[in-house]
């Protein structure tokens, strides 16, 4: 499927992370969003509330997050693509929602717009402090996919790929980005319509009567029914069988989880998506994601000019986490240098893949700024000196 | 010229934000340069010392803060008191003529230009359109966007209907950045 022509605003722009968000999950077919406003991600809902009207969506501004993350889903069963869009503590009061998508493999998005925390922290400045709760934040097993741009136009393209991603796993897909990238304005290129790939539902064409609500037949996930359509359907966030119903027994507790969890992590090299520089000859690699693989380049630059062998790895997928692909490369490499705008998250996946094969030297930054380039560089050479 | 950084600043509600936009698309959208624009806001959203930081570069840009300001505009004094910290030495520094005060020692160590943009904009009618004098002055003094690039990201920028207005105001504004190029190379002359 390609994107509906009225949607798309074809051609380049100067805008923000935010407004981009917004734009791009309107091309990718979303009809439904509702929030509540916080900063710094209010834009978006401001950007969709008034585009909306014009291409036959709805936006709903919620009594709270709570019921944001919940209206959405009620949406999707209804047949819409939808999506709700927050920051720290509003994400907070979404993780309950987050775990029964999870469990009733809803396929809906949520855009995490990164401020310092913990509680209501730094509202207007940056941080990627959000990246473990992300993962974990829902209580019990499960996993999501969790993408993280670096520009306004990566936030255009990613909240595409978010809802695609959705669709084909039937998972939630959370869009990490941080203040700064939301609240950047650069260049942003809508392409045609016709250059846009969308992923539809797949609904079921069985009659009602033969048809089950979690079963597989043998694919990936389960086809979809609508409200409306005459199907019968019970959905639950209790542990089910494939008819949906509850069925609390460890046998289907196995069943029912050791799919939603293997659909994520068996796939993971399908959903990976990474950019790689300069790590064929590489002594250290630098691993970063959003705002900070931006941040990273000028100290990488020096290093590179002064003859140091550095790499970089840009993760844009961080969950499921690249673990395959940085298992294999820690047996190449001397060290990892991690900076990240938190006290320590994500280094801690590097450093398990790396499996003592590797180094591994977190450069933190407690958020409300980014980090110095100095600061980068100097942990490079650290690492370097001391390997 | 790969990176120029570029501060705006003034109080909320002055145009500084449009300001700082307006050069961000005249060089991404229309001229075939990078351009990123930040905002640093506090909560308050009117009245209080705000800024916009752009840069321009013939290359992507990575960094996306500005670090040494090549260029500063001020057009409030708050601002100007608040962030001219780290413009720097010799760089160069636009502001308000009667809105901000620059003492003779601190004037000393920049490229100093004014710019008298709200009476300006009082003798156009409309005192809103301050900000574009300071646009106009500042596409004439620094060179670095090109003059019908910033037209059009002021045509593409501002509400429909107001554009004669608007660019009558920029052009007023570049006019009078001309004449201080001008005077400027005849003191230097004078000098020689």
Redesign the interface.
């Known amino acids: 499927m390609k994107a509906d022509k009225k949607a798309v605003l074809t051609g380049a722009h100067f805008i923000d992370g935010d407004h981009a968000a917004g734009e791009g999950a309107i091309a990718a077919g979303c009809k439904f969003v509702a929030g509540y406003p916080i900063t710094p991600s209010t834009e978006i809902i401001e950007r969709i509330a008034a585009r909306f009207p014009l291409v036959g969506g709805m936006f709903v501004q919620m009594e709270d997050e709570i019921a944001s993350s919940i209206a959405i889903q009620g949406a999707v069963w209804a047949g819409k693509k939808a999506m709700t869009v927050t920051s720290g503590p509003g994400f907070s009061l979404m993780m309950e929602h987050i775990g029964f998508a999870a469990i009733t493999e809803t396929p809906c998005v949520f855009i995490n717009v990164q401020r310092g925390g913990p509680s209501t922290g730094l509202p207007t400045l940056p941080a990627q402090a959000d990246m473990m709760q992300a993962r974990w934040g829902s209580h019990g097993d499960y996993e999501i996919i969790a993408i993280v741009p670096n520009s306004p136009q990566e936030c255009f393209d990613l909240t595409i790929r978010a809802f695609n991603l959705a669709e084909e796993y039937r998972v939630p897909v959370l869009v990490m980005m941080d203040e700064c990238v939301g609240h950047m304005t650069e260049k942003v290129v809508i392409p045609d319509p016709d250059e846009i790939d969308i992923v539809d539902r797949k609904f079921t064409k069985k009659p009602p009567g033969e048809y089950t609500l979690f079963n597989t037949n043998g694919e990936m996930v389960p086809e979809m029914v609508k409200a409306g359509d005459g199907y019968r359907i019970h959905l639950t966030g209790l542990t089910h069988d494939e008819k949906g119903y509850p069925a609390m027994s460890p046998k289907v507790q196995q069943t029912m989880l050791r799919r939603l969890v293997d659909k994520v992590l068996k796939n993971e090299d399908k959903i990976r998506d990474l950019e790689e520089d300069q790590i064929e000859d590489a002594d250290v690699v630098v691993v970063s994601y959003g705002i900070t693989s931006r941040v990273v380049l000028p100290a990488i630059n020096k290093a590179r000019k002064e003859g140091l062998k550095v790499g970089h790895i840009r993760l844009i997928t961080v969950w499921p986490f690249p673990e395959l692909y940085i298992r294999e490369l820690a047996k190449k490499v001397e060290a990892f240098v991690v900076p990240e705008l938190n006290l320590g998250q994500i280094v801690h996946e590097v450093e398990r893949c790396a499996a003592g094969n590797a180094v591994t030297k977190l450069v933190p930054h407690a958020g409300g700024a980014v980090h110095a380039p100095e600061d980068i560089y100097d942990a490079i050479k650290g690492v370097l000196t001391n390997a | 010229m790969a990176r120029t950084e570029i501060r705006v600043a003034g109080f909320g509600g002055q145009g500084v934000i449009l300001s700082g936009?307006i050069f961000?698309?005249a060089a991404?959208?229309f001229d075939e340069k990078?351009?990123?624009?930040?905002?640093s806001?506090?909560?308050e959203a009117r009245g209080s010392a705000c800024s916009a930081q752009v840069i321009v570069s013939d290359e992507l840009?990575?960094?996306?803060?500005i670090r040494k300001p090549d260029i500063m505009v001020a057009i409030s004094q708050e601002a100007f008191s608040k962030y001219s910290y780290d413009l720097k030495p010799n760089g160069i520094l636009i502001t308000e003529e009667n809105m901000v005060t620059v003492s003779g020692d601190i004037a000393s160590m920049y490229d100093h230009y004014t710019v008298p943009a709200t009476r300006i904009a009082d003798q156009l009618g409309r005192r809103i359109v301050m900000n574009m004098v300071v646009v106009g002055c500042f596409t004439a003094v620094t060179g670095l966007l090109k003059k019908d690039a910033v037209m059009k990201a002021i045509e593409d920028s501002i509400p429909k209907g107001t554009e004669e207005l608007n660019l009558k105001a920029f052009e007023k504004g570049y006019e009078h950045g001309l004449e201080l190029i001008k005077q400027r190379k005849e003191q230097v002359e004078e000098k020689a």
């Open positions: 936009y961000g698309k991404s959208l990078f351009a990123t624009l930040i905002q806001f506090g909560p840009i990575d960094y996306p803060y």
